[in-house]
């Protein structure tokens, strides 16, 4: 507690919130939706807890209430939380921070914090995804792992000094910025990992895809077969043999230059990584051209292992769509630490699929995020060598160099009004596109070897 107040000078007391003494009875939004217990869907679900001010359990609690600390609470299992809001355009200013007890062990983890600014992470201000009434505001996702017990504490920023009212409130104590209004607790339960294709628990014929996970697939045809967990890795010639005999017409005009690309990495798909294509909405939204790539962390952090990766990413899927209220996974890729490379947002991953990971700047651009926090720790040196493989070959369908710069035309943000034409970076950081320390400062340093080691794959 004492290393919580230390760490919390200047920030106020009075706004903390506590979770409900009891859990979510089977009828509230909790609840698995009718959709996800179809046949054949995979399992997972989501726990939704309301917060309520601290003040309404004072009676309760012993000893003064300015101490904020929240009851532990037993719940269903889950292993990544996240907290959200009803309207999006509202910010979290303050703190959160959330700890859990593991499954099997009784114990419980530090504090740990939770990134509240998490907007600039969506689609772009006019996009239907971002006007369909659908959207919440929401902190970004953190994966606890396996867990069965959670305690939570919200705290309201002081407001900042400076103006002339302030100046003249003295000896008052500064007010806390309102919190936004109906902040709910997320646990998410990532569900049992997908049986490996061709596993006997698929049968001598193998089950039957979904309409959904057939759809998602299908995208992917022309890249590997219908229902694969992979799309497998293509030499360099391989890669430029395809890619010329895709523009033949260019061909007979006589542009027969070898093309600037990049050896296709291997991609473990969607259904590779378990994903429920029952969550997200059933079609499919493009963009005209690739002309950038807009690297992000998760900032979930860097606590899994490379075998729960797919965990991960059902996880953070859930929580884009069912709590935040995206219409998929945002962003078109996603790396682990140890390099993999996985098909995010569904569409096709030679495709330019419009995807929600940079606010004003999904249009015409793909977004990358390594799993994990960057902020103070180094991103392992195999997850930058997956973003220069992976922005190689999709860069290179496209024309694009991974050196070079490029315009965009903003959607709106708080860098730059809507409208106006930004000159970036081929390979850009999210932080470049709007205010943010996304992708984490030690992971955006790297993105000069990113971008040179690219354009190397390519042949430039």
Known sequence: MRGFLASSIGVTCAA??????????????????????????????????????????????????????????????????????????????????????????????????????????????????RTSGKVRGSTAPLWVGDSDGVEIRVRAEAEKAGSEESRHRAAAPPPEAPLPKGLRLELVDPGAEPPPQGSPADGPRGTPLSAETAAASAVNADLAPLGADVIPALGKKETESDLIAAHGD?????????????????????????????????????????????????????????????????????????????????????VDKCGNIYEGRAGGVAKPVLGAHTLGFNTNSMGVAVLGSFGGSNPPKAAVNAIARLTAWKLGLYGANPRGTTYLTSGGGNLYRKGTNVRLHVISGHRDGFATECPGSRLYKQLGTARSTSARFQGR
């Open 250 to 334: 260019a061909e007979e005009a006589g542009k027969k230059a070898r093309p600037y690309i990049g050896p296709r990495p291997r991609i473990i798909t969607r259904k590779g990584w378990g994903a429920n294509e029952a969550l997200r909405e059933s079609d499919f939204a493009y963009t005209k051209s690739v002309k950038a790539a807009f690297v992000h962390h998760t900032a979930s952090g860097n606590n899994y292992r490379c075998s729960q990766a797919g965990s991960v990413l059902r996880s953070i899927y859930r929580y884009h769509v069912k709590s935040s209220g995206w219409r998929d996974f945002g962003y078109n890729f996603a």
């Open 16 to 129: 903390a919130l506590a979770l409900p003494l009891t859990l979510p009875s089977s009828g509230a939004r909790a609840a698995t939706p009718a959709a996800e217990s179809a046949p054949g869907a995979l399992p997972g679900s989501t726990q939704s807890l309301r917060l309520t001010p601290l003040e309404s359990e004072r009676a309760l609690r012993a000893g003064p209430s300015r101490e904020q600390v929240l009851l532990r609470r037993e719940v269903r299992p889950f292993s990544l939380v996240g907290v959200v809001w009803d309207d999006p355009d509202a910010e979290l200013h303050g703190s959160v921070q959330v700890r859990s007890r593991a499954s099997g062990t009784g114990t419980w983890s530090a504090w740990q914090d939770l990134e509240t600014h998490n907007h600039e992470h969506a689609a772009d201000p006019d996009a239907a995804e």
